[in-house]
């Protein structure tokens, strides 16, 4: 554990300190609690958490800094330090698995795992638990120091641990130097997104106020100084503890000459101490504001000081305060100190001490691991201009960072080659591999890293370096290099996918041209052309692909590859050849488990739940989503691969009617933005059916700021769209519904796509609920007919044979909404009911229900409208659907039907004679001679506003006859502007006359 000696005084912190100590209290009895400690440098930030590690109550405390090494620092640096305290006070972990993952930052612990594509997530898994092991009993105080310096990796762990660490009493200290973040400094955004967390609080330190100043050089002095020396002082110092105590230093901290600026200020002690000891300071700096023994005194041997000459040096800097002893090493007093002695050095002092640095890595530091002496020595080799050695070095730390999952530093590293490689003649020997094979790693990396746009650039250059401009011809002579550019090819085709542009499947079908059919990656490449081919909707081409594939994986013995290609076939099979479907699926996800393969097997047993889904086996898709929980826990991936698994029960739960048990499963999403925000859409579903609008437009705005349209799948955006058009149509505003739905419907989508049945339902029965609406409404004939029609040209395509229920189901909906024969509709309506009925999927058969009794209204069939009615209404009680209750009783009361057993809502208005009487519209001959629409309301009014204006009459206010109509206030005055036009009338009490005129009021 990094230690520091405390300065012989606190003060001016006593609130501050208070603050910790009741945050800590709160993390040992209410689980983890996070403090973001920030101040300028040498504000004293340090020096608080010091005097708290000094009291707090917690039973074992670990403390980690972050390095200045630039880009390329050492990734986790912190956590590295902080875990290996842990380790050797409480012992490794009890799991082996979770030894395995920490052995990538902690090389005693034993082999590190290689390289697999869940590297990161496991690694992060481990870090989690180890640390909620280690906080039982008596509670964890864990302290990240100085965070400006962060890695990335570094920034992402310690953000992972932020969103995860729950119940367990874990207080974790942060320290940030504010004055030290520029305007692209990546914490300038992250801090706000840190603070937003529930368990995340700041704290800034600001300077020292005048008497604290007296104070503090009272106790440094050992007497009080006069009060003008005091005021002078403040003035001097602004407050700052570190410049008090650096004044305070000197012979006469009141009237000696004004430093230009506080290194100039705290250099002042080290211009005292003897040259070898200055010299040595400045080679300690080197390293930073930390070194270690043996480092530094391999470092000092090639300088040409003796182990005396060293030990006495350091001892002078010892005893005059500008360095302290750690259990391996030494720490300047201040980082602002370390940074003032090597910013002293000339620029060939600087440039030598980088050099030994480097000379005495390459030689190899007893006791150092090799990932730590391979990126000092990188950063090192570069500070030093030796570029043949930096570029060999970079290449070596580069494989490191790799390994530990550090994939923004790998990339970095990877960077650094590719910026020194023409500077070094033997560039390609240094290295081993040609720059195309650096530009195809520096590419896999960039995606990895989450910069596809980067990986793209650096695939085309690679391409390019091999004279590559177009491509191969089927059955021509192979090039000499054809697994490089077989490996460009993909690289670039899976960027492209990610960025959703064109390209990809050219690459990939070249890729498979120029490798020969047995090559070890042609698996590869055909497993991602035919997921590619599946996610296009080229079904019958992603089949021939992901066949091939699979025997190529078979003949190379790739079994990552043959379960992920049996995953896709299954996918594939699973809308029509159900049950084969099914099997490959199981199969795919049993060898990915025999095999260890955790992502595939987790990809496989999301692609089973969706496929019992969309077949409408609500209870095999429960048990399959549970399942995939109970893997991502054994495997250690709960907190980062379950989003999918939490997402696919709230959907179920949603659909079930159980709105509050979906809703606490959606708050268990925290991972990627995709997730969260699809997360967002449920929401606003079942806000939707709640008709809360405040709660559709709030998840909608949510929606947009985690996924922009303009850089999003349109398909992520189609449940916005037609929930848009739904509540446009249940408002009463029909042309901006039409205009939405028309818009919507030439999207054509694909009916043969397997993952989109629930966007079949959100997607295209919603234009059949506008077509229905639109029916009722005067006027909106030719609108309903056009709709139709669009429908109608969309289902031609529908395979017609299909068993697939979900296929099924949505044909007989939209068919009933849409049929020109009301027998023909109504019989098309009851099939649907007959599948959905008994499936437990409330809102499914809610809406089914509702166009079943128009249906049956259409066809004379009062009797089983009612019926259906009762069932919508029954749902709708059960669990609290709004929507459905205000459907159905607009239905009933435009239609006059019976509502036998049903209490009056409160507010509820009996609908007026004049609207209620009569038989169905637009039945042409056979109507029984009944009234239609236009006779049923008088002076052209639309049902809508002869519903308003009867409340009208009432002396309703425009709110309460939103409430009672459902219908927004704003709404209802559109409504009530439209009518007095109608009725030629100039306000509402000339309306409320007119309306009992017609025997609305």
Known sequence: MQSHDPAPVFVGREHQLARLSEDGRRAGADGTRAVLVCGDAGVGKTRLIDEYLARAAMARAAVGGCLELGAEGVPFAPFTTLLRHLVREEGAPPSAAHRRELARLLPELGRAPGGADDGRARLFESVLTFLEERARPGGLLVVVEDLQWADASTRDLLVFLLRNLGAVPVHLLVSVRTDDLHRTHPLRRLLPELERLPRVRRLDLGPLDRDAVAAQASALRGEALAPAAVDLLFERSGGNPLFVESFLAGRDPAGGPIPDGPRDLLLGTVERLPDTTRRVLGLAATAGDRVDHVLLAAVALRAGYTEDQLDTALRHAADAQVLRATADGYVFRHALLAEAVHA????????????????????????????????????????????????????????????????????????????????????????????????????????????????????????????????????????????????????RAHALKEMGRDGALEDLADALVVLPHDHPLAAAVGSTLAATLMMRNHYAQARRSALRGLEQARAAGDRHNEADLLITLGTLASTEEHEAGLRMLAGGISLARESGFALVELRGLNNLGGAFQRLGRGEEQGRIVEEGLRRCAELGLARTQSDPFHLGIAVRRAYQGRFAEAEERLALITGG???????????????????????????????????????????????????????????????EAFDLAAAQLGRRPDLRNPFSDELYVLGLSPVGDVVELMREEPGREEEARILSAGLREVFDGFPRGTRHPGHLLLRHQVMAQIGEDAGEALAEAEAAVALVRDRGDVLTEGRIRLSAARAALRADDRERAVDHLAVVRRLARRHGITLFDRQAERLRRLHGLPDPGRPAAVGAVPAPAAITDGALPGRGPGAGGSRSREDARPAGLTRREAEVLAEVARGSTNREIGEVLFISAKTVSVHVTNLMAKLGVSNRNAAAVRARELGLG
């Not at 997730?675 to 967002?680: D, T």
């Not at 850089?711 to 042309?735: I, K, N, W």
């Open 344 to 491: 002293d050095l000339l620029p060939g002092e600087r440039v030598r001490a980088h050099k030994r640095y480097a000379e005495a890595l390459e030689r190899g530091i007893p006791g150092m691991h090799a990932a730590d002496t391979a990126i000092q020595l990188a950063h090192h080799a570069h500070a030093a201009h030796d570029q043949p050695l930096a570029l060999a070095a970079a290449w070596r730390a580069a494989h490191h960072a790799s390994c530990a999952a550090a994939h923004p530093e790998h990339l970095a590293l990877l960077e650094r080659v590719l910026e020194l490689w023409d500077l070094v003649p033997d560039a390609a020997a240094r290295v081993g591999e040609p720059r195309g094979e650096v530009l195809r790693r520096a590419s896999v990396a960039s995606l990895v890293a989450g910069s596809p746009r980067r990986a793209v650039d650096y695939a085309t250059g690679g391409l390019r370096e091999l004279g590559v401009t177009g491509y191969h011809p089927p059955g021509g002579p192979p090039p000499g290099n054809a697994e490089l550019i077989a490996g460009l090819r993909h690289a």
């Open 673 to 735: 933005s995709v997730f969260v925000a699809r997360a967002r859409t449920l929401r606003m579903n079942l806000a939707y059916h709640r008709w809360d609008l405040d709660g559709v437009r709030e998840a909608m705005d949510d929606f947009r700021g985690l996924l922009p349209e303009h850089s999003s799948s349109p398909s992520e955006y189609l449940p916005l769209h037609f929930t848009d058009t739904q509540v446009a149509a249940e408002e009463g505003r029909f042309g």
